[in-house]
């Protein structure tokens, strides 16, 4: 019998199934004809320069929100680190909690950078979607966005 072929045995219908089963940590596991763990969630891929620049933005905000710090200058020089960066940064605040939770759970777009977050991008969450979550990766932001 050809794998996956179907056959009409006395009105049954037969279906083949290439697969093996394998055992991995104690768990059985459906092997796929291709050598791919068949029905496997794909790994995540937690980009720790990115769960730090959210974190640090958020702490950032905090201090400035708080009194801490009255300006961004006051922060940067605390800090000692470069204003402008600090700014940059502190944008990240203003992303969609969807994205932030697909950041800190590793399920952003393989193509999504920090580089892409810390550009000036749109402040609807809508827009913000459109731009960072796409499958093919970030897509460029228009100006004036």
Same mark, same amino acid.
């Given at each position: 019998m050809a794998?996956?072929?179907? !056959?009409?045995?006395?009105?049954?219908?037969?279906?083949?199934?290439?697969?093996? !089963?394998?055992?991995?940590?104690?768990?059985?596991?459906?092997?796929?004809?291709?050598?791919?763990?068949?029905?496997?969630?794909? &790994?995540?891929?937690?980009?720790?320069?990115?769960?730090?620049?959210?974190?640090?933005?958020?702490?950032?905000?905090?201090?400035?929100?708080?009194? &801490?710090?009255?300006?961004?200058?006051?922060?940067?020089?605390?800090?000692?680190?470069?204003?402008?960066?600090?700014?940059?940064?502190? &944008?990240?605040?203003?992303?969609?909690?969807?994205?932030?939770?697909?950041?800190?759970?590793?399920r952003q777009?393989?193509?999504?950078?920090?580089?892409?977050?810390?550009?000036?991008?749109?402040?609807?969450?809508?827009?913000?979607?459109?731009? !960072?979550?796409?499958?093919?990766?970030?897509?460029?932001?228009?100006?004036?966005?």
């Amino acid at each position: 019998m050809a794998k996956g072929a179907f !056959f009409h045995e006395a009105g049954a219908l037969t279906v083949t199934v290439p697969m093996t !089963f394998r055992k991995r940590g104690g768990r059985k596991l459906v092997i796929a004809p291709n050598g791919a763990d068949a029905w496997a969630l794909p &790994r995540a891929r937690i980009d720790n320069t990115m769960v730090k620049a959210l974190a640090r933005a958020h702490r950032w905000k905090k201090q400035l929100d708080s009194g &801490r710090f009255q300006t961004v200058q006051d922060l940067a020089e605390a800090e000692k680190i470069n204003p402008s960066y600090i700014a940059r940064v502190l &944008r990240l605040t203003l992303l969609a909690p969807d994205i932030v939770e697909a950041i800190l759970d590793g399920r952003q777009p393989a193509g999504l950078q920090l580089d892409d977050l810390l550009v000036p991008f749109p402040v609807e969450w809508g827009d913000q979607r459109l731009a !960072f979550l796409h499958p093919q990766g970030p897509r460029p932001i228009s100006p004036g966005a």
